[in-house]
């Protein structure tokens, strides 16, 4: 499960420091057959210190047939003496034959964090996964994120949001992995961009060999809330089998001039049209 499949040369080294010196893990384990009712939260507290690196590593495995809700969210506290650090982090979904799972991940590093991520998702059989990562904080930030289809009728939903501000870079790459036939993945990643702040996404959809009658989709949009926030889009596709749909899609611009005057023609102030306009953008998201 801690193997590094899927990852450049420079981002498996820095899954190797996380397995080498990784601390203060959390290991989460719901039994097969079970149905939480209830959204279970997950909140991790850090306090750091300049130059200081931290190695959390998360394991969370759900059973066959259960089904869970879990809100995973990391915040960092710096001591009174400034100074940028690392968050090297992993975090390792294993969903078992039949489980459904809703996973929403939120990160809210502190401005002089510097972060990478591994999070990947391993589905079985059957399983269903809906995932949604929230990027607020960390003045850069890199995530690889995973979700590996080797089950029959296998499903995702990975939604991402980023909002950007100040000078933060924010790089994230995603990995829909297809490994068995039938199955379905459907991303969408959505960035809203101010100040200075960049944003660089780099998506692939995998489809193996044995991967036939695989449904894939994956859309990238950012919004430009500045003339100096940047934004790059590549998405990618490497098809092995026959008989798959495949499509994606990306798009990188301001904020229509036509909508804002629109909402500023019926008395709403520009500030407040344009928070309007970017509320709706992220809200296919936050539904």
Excluded at 13 to 41: C, G, M, W, Y
Excluded at 146 to 163: P, Q
Excluded at 167 to 177: E, M, N, R, S, W
Excluded at 220 to 230: D, E, F, I, K, M
Aim: charged content about 20%; overall charge negative; proline content about 4%.
């Amino acid at each position: 499960m801690l193997e590094a499949d899927g990852l450049t040369e420079a981002e498996q080294k820095l899954a190797s420091l996380n397995a080498a010196f990784h601390h203060d893990d959390l290991l989460v384990q719901i039994p097969p057959e079970a149905s939480v009712t209830r959204p279970v939260r997950l909140v991790r507290l850090w306090s750091v210190s300049p130059g200081q690196a931290v190695f959390p590593m998360t394991i969370i495995t759900v059973g066959a047939g259960s089904a869970v809700t879990l809100i995973d969210e990391s915040i960092s506290v710096l001591s009174p003496a400034e100074g940028s650090h690392l968050v090297n982090g992993r975090i390792e979904l294993v969903l078992e034959p039949g489980a459904r799972v809703h996973y929403v991940r939120l990160q809210r590093w502190d401005a002089l964090a510097r972060e990478f991520l591994l999070l990947r998702a391993t589905l079985a059989k059957g399983a269903a996964l809906t995932m949604a990562n929230i990027n607020l904080g960390a003045a850069l930030s890199k995530a690889h994120l995973v979700t590996k289809l080797i089950g029959e009728e296998a499903s995702t939903r990975l939604y991402g949001f980023v909002f950007g501000h100040g000078t933060q870079h924010i790089d994230q790459h995603t990995l829909q992995d297809h490994q068995a036939p039938h199955t379905n993945s459907d991303l969408q990643f959505r960035a809203a961009l101010q100040d200075e702040s960049r944003m660089v996404y780099t998506g692939l959809i995998r489809i193996a060999k044995a991967a036939a009658q695989t449904n894939a989709y994956q859309a990238n949009h950012n919004l430009l809330l500045s003339r100096t926030a940047r934004a790059e889009t590549i998405p990618m596709l490497e098809i092995l089998a026959d008989d798959v749909q495949c499509k994606h899609g990306a798009s990188i611009g301001p904020i229509d001039d036509e909508q804002a005057f629109y909402l500023m023609s019926r008395g709403v102030p520009r500030e407040a049209a344009q928070r309007l306009i970017v509320m709706g953008f992220i809200e296919p998201i936050i539904q």
